[in-house]
């Protein structure tokens, strides 16, 4: 299958990349991690590890691995109208937190805003780009409260 992009162009910034590096134990990371993004101004409707299932289910013996799924209302209902509904198919936005050794976890996230943008899920309009940078400043804060730590 040809891709109609190239994935070896798109960066980490295209992607609103971001990285934490928290030292502490995974529980309490998650913890905090929860709380940081609450401050920011997010909800989590969703959320589960998937280290947890996996084990369970086919043995994987995976580490510690989290998934908070953020939403903010008011930003979400703006860019379901914005997208035509399809962001929807990428909804909540993903916070992982993973464990990459005891007692280091690593926060994780992609902006889903920018991901539709480039895969043509959303369009590239003022009021897109509105909705880009307004949920980029909100993670942004988030990100700055976990680095301060």
């Known amino acids: 299958?040809?891709?109609?992009?190239?994935?070896?162009?798109?960066?980490?910034?295209?992607?609103?990349?971001?990285r934490a590096t928290l030292a502490m134990d995974h529980e309490e990371a998650v913890d905090h991690v929860r709380t940081v993004f609450e401050d920011a101004g997010f909800g989590f409707p969703a959320?589960?590890?998937?280290?947890?299932?996996?084990?369970?289910?086919?043995?994987?013996?995976?580490?510690?691995?989290?998934?908070?799924?953020?939403?903010?209302?008011?930003?979400?209902?703006?860019?379901?109208?914005?997208s035509d509904g399809r962001i929807g198919g990428l909804?909540?936005?993903g916070v992982v937190v993973r464990q990459t050794e005891p007692g280091t976890q690593e926060v994780y996230h992609v902006s889903i805003m920018r991901i539709a943008r480039i895969v043509g899920m959303a369009p590239d309009d003022e009021?897109?780009?509105?909705?880009?940078?307004?949920?980029?400043?909100?993670?942004?804060?988030?990100f700055a409260a976990l680095e301060a730590e």
């Open 91 to 93: 909804f909540p936005c």
């Open 1 to 18: 299958m040809t891709l109609p992009i190239d994935p070896g162009a798109i960066t980490g910034e295209d992607i609103g990349e971001k």
């Open 47 to 82: 959320e589960f590890a998937p280290s947890e299932l996996l084990n369970e289910k086919i043995d994987a013996d995976r580490d510690p691995y989290y998934f908070l799924g953020a939403c903010n209302p008011a930003m979400a209902d703006r860019a379901l109208d914005a």
């Open 127 to 142: 009021a897109w780009t509105d909705i880009v940078a307004e949920t980029g400043e909100m993670v942004d804060e988030a």
